[in-house]
């Protein structure tokens, strides 16, 4: 089965740090990867997904992520954090025959004024 | 505005009641999920339907069930809830196939006393 791995459990920061969340997943096959956001007290939304192409994808604020096959990652970056990045974000990995996203344990962020 | 609304938005109840989540979307996607959310454990997929009439079971079944009647609805039922069932609930819709990008609902906060 498929396991998504998501190694920075809690991240703080100042604004204008740079960020860079890990994100690793374990099927080797053909995969469409996701990073999802939650800011505080609303519901997950999409901030930048994968599925073909260039592997180095940009969302909405920003952010960017790279899909590197060769280390089974998709890691998410920003050159330079603001107050308002402060949330809670996920990894998901949809692979192989299964239509159903997994997801990894989430990456709380917060980052002071 | 097309979404998923879900209900309640919180509720306690008493270990051992019966008690049903909604969760409607108008975006007339195939496949609807019910993950829930729990502190450094992320989210996990408790049942899912790829489309109207039929559901499967997900990471965390046991103690929940689901039905699928039409493709709008897809609640979620605790036939005797317990403790460890206190938790924030997501439903989730998308299109299915790889590309399946998630719309979440704004989720039902379940306290089991």
């Known amino acids: 089965a498929q396991s998504v791995s998501q190694h920075n459990h809690h991240v703080i920061l100042s604004e204008a740090a740079s960020l860079e969340l890990g994100c690793n997943y374990s099927y080797g096959g053909t995969v469409n990867l996701f990073w999802y956001v939650q800011y505080p007290g609303q519901h997950l939304q999409l901030l930048l997904k994968?599925?073909?192409?260039?592997?180095l994808v940009k969302g909405i604020k920003g952010f960017e992520a790279e899909f590197i096959k060769s280390k089974f990652s998709f890691n998410l970056r920003k050159p330079s954090v603001q107050w308002s990045d402060t949330a809670e974000y996920f990894c998901?990995?949809?692979?192989?025959?299964?239509?159903?996203?997994?997801f990894g344990r989430g990456t709380s962020l917060i980052v002071h004024p | 505005i097309a979404g998923i609304t879900q209900a309640p938005t919180s509720q306690i109840l008493a270990a051992g009641r019966r008690m049903t989540l909604r969760c409607t979307q108008d975006m007339r996607h195939n496949a609807m999920y019910w993950y829930r959310q729990d502190l450094g454990l992320g989210l996990r997929l408790i049942h899912y339907s790829n489309t109207a009439g039929t559901t499967g079971k997900g990471e965390v079944p046991d103690g929940y069930s689901v039905s699928r009647a039409n493709t709008d609805d897809f609640p979620l039922t605790l036939a005797s809830a317990v403790p460890s069932q206190t938790s924030v609930y997501f439903c989730?819709?998308?299109?299915?196939?790889?590309?399946?990008?998630?719309?979440f609902g704004a989720g039902s906060r379940l306290t089991v006393l």
């Open positions: 989730a819709s998308g299109e299915s196939g790889g590309a399946n990008v998630l719309t």
């Open positions: 994968y599925f073909s192409g260039d592997p």
């Open positions: 998901a990995v949809i692979s192989g025959g299964s239509y159903i996203p997994t």
